[in-house]
């Protein structure tokens, strides 16, 4: 990683600066801090931990199931990408909604093409840690505009798009429209990200984390194949219970056992939230 201090970090911890949105970014960083921290870490991401001590923010006021959840998530999103990579090792990557996540410094395989994307306040804090590269680039944009479009399309394929926790908080139209026109541009390209139903949706307004910002989840989709009318062709589906093997052999025993008997407690509590990944078909 490229830790950049700036006069303000020098002097002491900063405030981050984002909108409602944007703000979730911090529960994600926060997991992995703790994470970090524990005697059998999934990620080791030692650096969300650095991050966490720099920024000037109660985290603490984040609790609950959140927290090892998003450490999940992203290990079954890093397998997904690792995947990718041992198949295509010089693939273009675009995490979609990057936030603080350090995804790059996770797979980086030392000939990848790397590009973040995301709205300018997350891209301003980001800056305070990370900075381009020749084979990492900084977009400063929302996924729902299209000039990061043709930056991304003139370098060379195939492309994996990751949007890990981005889509569920906006409009069902909206992210078909941006979906749509990823596959009609990239078509046969991966695309990874998750879904929600009705259960998990509900869920969030329980949730210790959630329960301390201001966004809202809005997306519903209790079905993740009825995104195959946008373009898509579902390839792989997961939940916590069902993470792909390589990625469960990471878990400790207690979440690998612990995630498959809340499963058959609840099982529709779980198959309601879904990480997925889709192969374009559309151009």
Known sequence: MVLIVSEAASSGRFEPVLGEVQETLLIPLYGRARDAASRRSVLR???????????????????GGSLPGSVLRTSIFDGWVREFLRENPEGTVVEIGCGLNTRFERVDN??????????????ELRRHFFADDRRRTV???SVFDTDWIEAVAATPGPWFFVAEAVFLYFPAEQVRDAVSRLADRFPGSLIALDTGGPKMLASMKRNG???????????????????????LHLVDSRTFATPQPAVARTWPASYRYGMRTVARLFPSMMKSYRLNLYRTTSG
């Open 45 to 63: 991401d030692t650096q969300a931990r650095d991050m966490v001590e720099a920024i000037d923010y109660d985290f603490r006021r984040f609790r």
């Open 110 to 123: 030392g000939r990848l093409r790397w590009f973040d994307l995301d709205l300018p306040d997350v891209i």
């Open 139 to 141: 977009l400063a944009g």
């Open 209 to 231: 984390s959630m329960r301390k910002v201001d966004a809202q989840m809005r997306w519903v989709c209790d079905n993740p194949r009825e995104l195959e009318g946008w373009g």
